[in-house]
């Protein structure tokens, strides 16, 4: 019923920039949040960044002041924006959609996960 599908990762090299790109589809009512997520190898998924619909942020400590969430409400697009990137970024990125269906059934659908590496 809902798809979603991340792009945009790859290796970077500490201090560069990538920016990576969530679009969910399907039978889409609303979306309401939009989040990114991570996983390490070893460690538990974590909450990047989030935004609403009406475009208010919230960030992890550790990427404040260097990654960017941002939302393109008419294309169901999400964006994180990730410039000085750290070793410590490496990770699985995961998009996440708070989404209301036609039908009005409501719940969260995830994407397949994109691989960030961060290595000179």
């Known amino acids: 019923q809902v798809q979603v599908v991340e792009s945009g990762g790859g290796l970077v090299q500490p201090g560069g920039s990538l920016r990576l790109s969530c679009a969910a589809s399907?039978?889409?009512?609303?979306?309401?949040?939009m989040g990114w997520y991570r996983q390490a190898p070893g460690k538990q998924r974590e909450l990047v960044a989030s935004?609403?619909?009406?475009?208010?942020?919230s960030y992890a400590d550790s990427v404040k002041g260097r990654f960017t969430i941002s939302r393109d409400n008419a294309k169901n697009t999400v964006y994180l924006q990730m410039n000085n990137p750290k070793p410590e970024d490496t990770a699985v990125y995961y998009c996440?959609?708070?989404?209301?269906?036609?039908?009005?059934?409501?719940?969260?659908?995830w994407g397949q996960g994109t691989q960030v590496t961060v290595s000179s």
């Open positions: 996440n959609a708070d989404v209301r269906l036609f039908t009005m059934q409501r719940g969260g659908y």
């Open positions: 399907g039978s889409i009512f609303s979306i309401y949040a």
């Open positions: 935004i609403t619909s009406g475009g208010s942020t």
